[in-house]
């Protein structure tokens, strides 16, 4: 599931919008909807969808990771709801700078343990509940849909629009987050 990497990044983007609306710097609110689009079309309504009508259903029924699937899913209900704000606050003629740093923090705060927990405990436990062909199914089905959806290359478009979101912000240089 190398959309968590998209994720990430998109994150780190939230994170750089969050700070500069509570210092009163520029913000360029281009980059935020942008990155709450790329949120809602990559990640909500494509990589999640995947997991909400793949994953969690095999795992309901093999009656494995119960709780975690129901809270997972709860998640990426408030997280729609959560983008759905952002998309709103960021393109209102007055932006309200407090109100909008809430709900990034919101987000940022629930899906930074989401995504760990769906790569160390989900998805890994996924292998032991479907058969190795169900999974490398499972795998093809998910690549054709990405590209139904997104084009032969969408997974490097993707991660294309969110260097540019990085640039735009001037958190491009990987280096600039090493503590020195």
């Given at each position: 599931?190398?959309?968590?990497?998209?994720?990430?990044?998109?994150l780190l983007v939230y994170d750089e919008?969050?700070?500069r609306l509570e210092s009163t710097e520029d913000?360029?609110?281009?980059?935020?909807?942008?990155?709450?689009g790329l949120l809602r079309r990559f990640i909500e309504d494509y990589h999640e969808k995947?997991?909400?009508e793949?994953?969690?259903?095999?795992?309901?029924?093999?009656?494995?990771l119960v709780e975690l699937v129901s809270v997972l899913r709860s998640q990426h209900e408030e997280g729609r709801r959560l983008t759905d704000e952002v998309r709103r606050l960021a393109t209102s003629k007055e932006v309200d700078r407090g109100r909008l740093v809430t709900v990034l923090r919101q987000f940022v705060r629930m899906y930074r343990p989401h995504e760990a927990r769906e790569d160390t405990v989900l998805f890994p436990a996924f292998r032991s509940i479907v058969s190795k062909d169900e999974y490398e199914a499972l795998g093809e089905a998910f690549e054709d849909r990405e590209h139904a959806l997104f084009g032969e290359h969408g997974f490097e478009d993707a991660v294309a629009d969110v260097a540019r979101m990085e640039q735009a912000l001037g958190i491009h240089d990987l280096a600039m987050f090493t503590p020195r």
């Open positions: 599931m190398r959309e968590h990497g998209v994720l990430s990044r998109v919008s969050a700070r913000m360029p609110m281009d980059v935020l909807t942008s990155a709450a995947l997991e909400e793949h994953l969690f259903p095999r795992f309901m029924q093999a009656g494995k």
